[in-house]
């Protein structure tokens, strides 16, 4: 089945850590997208990318990096330079950016930094 | 700067009758906007969408609808099932006719629940 998956589900690391957290798409997508739920917020976007080897900020990208080596993989790196890194994390995908479509989430990944 | 709003964080509605969750944006350049429903623990999926072009949307149950001038979209449901119970998201993307405008910026989501 055609999807978008996100892992682990949940992770917890030691504050001061980088953790890598994985998103494959195999929709054949065009644009990926990182977004943040904190409780009481809505979703703030943290990167995206319109195409292979692209990527540009969203409004929160600060202590995050992105890489997109492949167009089905987008993983986000949280740093140690990243203040608050606890909570719910969104990957999703869309056709192309360009166009106006709905863009599919996964299922999230809850991070606890500890 | 809160570009998508939604002022209501819950709403309660009694099985059967009709939910309407609201939503604003201060963005003039908004032409498309989505409505998402979430669980908690999951990821959100998609509802229904509006195109700037059009004033309404219906599919089934749910009604979206869009007042350009006002700068504001509603959602409803009729007539509410207990299962329509969650938190829901309304969004919106610029043209994309726009360089680097292809985002989707999300309200802060509006917890619906449905009382048998």
Known sequence: DGGITQSPKYLFRKEGQNVTLSCEQNLNHDAMYWYRQDPGQGLRLIYYSQIVNDFQKGDIAEGYSVSREKKESFPLTVTSAQKNPTAFYLCASSIDSGINTEAFFGQGTRLTVV | ?116
């Open chain 2, 1 to 116: 700067d809160q570009q998508v709003k939604q002022n209501s964080p819950s709403l309660s509605v009694q099985e059967g009758r009709i939910s309407i969750l609201n939503c604003d944006y201060t963005n003039s350049m908004f032409d498309y906007f989505l409505w998402y429903k979430k669980y908690p623990a999951e990821g959100p999926t998609f509802l229904i969408s509006i195109s700037s072009i059009k004033d309404k949307n219906e599919d089934g149950r749910f009604t979206v609808f869009l007042n350009k001038s006002a700068k504001h979209l509603s959602l409803h449901i009729v007539p509410s099932q207990p299962g329509d119970s969650a938190v829901y998201f309304c969004a919106a993307k610029e043209n994309p006719s726009i360089q680097g405008a292809q985002k989707l910026v999300f309200g802060q989501g509006t917890r619906l629940t449905i009382n048998p």
